[in-house]
């Protein structure tokens, strides 16, 4: 099984900026970031193939980029210009067929790390 690792998270102030990463045991052909509320359905927040192709979600697009180190099979989510709504805990996802925004689509889950936005 695909083992999967996030950390960088951590508590911050509305406008400023984090960059989780999470470190996978093996390269997949997706690899995303979903996050979830407690109490709240998990969502797609970005996603990457191994040809380099991603997908973000209208919340993300402009202000979250995610890249991919396959060498070293790192996945990254650079977000800026945080704000309290982003509150949440962030979880890295991998599958093996299809690379979309999806959970049931993703096969091996880390443990999530965890995003706090202040106003």
């Known amino acids: 099984q695909v083992q999967l690792v996030e950390s960088g998270g951590g508590s911050v102030q509305a406008g400023e900026s984090l960059r989780l990463s999470c470190e996978a045991s093996?390269?997949?052909?997706?690899i995303a970031w979903f996050r979830q509320v407690p109490g709240k359905e998990r969502e797609g927040v970005a996603s990457?193939?191994?040809?380099?192709?991603?997908i973000y979600s209208e919340f993300a697009e402009g202000r979250f980029t995610v890249s991919r180190d396959a060498a070293k099979s790192i996945l990254y989510l650079q977000m800026n210009s945080l704000q309290p709504e982003d509150t949440a805990t962030y979880y890295c996802?991998?599958?093996?067929?299809?690379?979309?925004?999806?959970?049931?689509?993703?096969?091996?889950w880390g443990q999530g790390t965890q995003v706090t936005v202040s106003s």
């Open positions: 996802a991998a599958g093996a067929e299809i690379c979309g925004l999806y959970s049931r689509y993703m096969t091996w």
């Open positions: 093996e390269d997949t052909y997706c």
């Open positions: 990457i193939n191994l040809q380099g192709a991603t």
